[in-house]
């Protein structure tokens, strides 16, 4: 773990709150392709689309490209189904299945700019049970890097936000993490060049254990290296 900003390591936390898509499951090479086709078909160039993609709703995305005659709701509609039919290569990011099976199940909540039923299916296919509480693109008005997806998985567990630590990959759910005031860890698995953070990162979960006190709070520490292999 690289701890630039190692106060998450001492904190106790009411909750956590998951973005999905390369925080919890490894999605690029799916979503990759059926933007790439997308971008394709309305003259954008890929590779440099390719780049603004992850993390925001789909509906966010088009909408930004403010293409003339596009109907950005038919258009996110046309890439959730593509992205429902194509699962190849989703993966769950290492370590992340042992270390949820470890939270209550009160206590965590997927926060995901995918629509429910793609994140569904991407869970499947990743080997990730479903949790008791998700917050998925429908829920909110704004996606990421608005905090009301933040604010709304917080409160759907009855917890301050500020109490909540937040599990995320990209800039836009970092922001909306930071905007609704809770402490954030950056999974850099999918990365393909480092991230300049403040936040603590990791590499995939071995290198966490969580534990929950007698109070009820949870607590995250490093894993010595040698206890990394199992939980």
């Not at 007698?214 to 490093?222: C, K, S």
Request: aromatic letters at 6%.
């Amino acid at each position: 773990m690289s701890s630039p900003n190692p106060a998450v390591l001492t904190r106790h936390y009411r909750a956590f709150l998951f973005d999905m898509d390369g925080t919890l499951l490894n999605s690029i090479a799916a979503a990759e392709r059926v933007w790439s086709r997308w971008a394709q078909r309305h003259g954008l160039d890929v590779e440099a689309f390719l780049t603004t993609i992850h993390g925001a709703r789909a509906i966010d995305t088009i909408t930004r490209q403010a293409l003339p005659g596009v109907n950005a709701q038919a258009e996110a509609a046309w890439i959730t189904e593509a992205e429902v039919n194509d699962v190849e290569g989703v993966v769950a990011i290492s370590g992340a299945v042992e270390f949820l099976k470890r939270l209550p199940a009160d206590q965590w909540a997927l926060v995901t700019s995918a629509p429910r039923a793609l994140a569904l299916r991407r869970m499947a296919a990743a080997g990730i049970s479903v949790p008791a509480v998700m917050v998925t693109a429908e829920d909110v008005a704004s996606g990421k890097p608005n905090p009301a997806c933040y604010l709304l998985g917080a409160k759907r567990l009855g917890v301050p936000v500020q109490d909540c630590l937040v599990f995320e990959d990209a800039t836009v759910g970092i922001r909306a993490a930071e905007a609704a005031g809770a402490d954030v860890i950056v999974v850099t698995t999918t990365h393909m060049t480092p991230m300049a953070t403040e936040h603590a990162c990791i590499d995939g979960y071995e290198a966490l254990q969580v534990r929950q006190e007698a109070d009820g709070l949870l607590i995250v520490r490093e894993r010595e290296e040698s206890q990394r292999v199992a939980f």
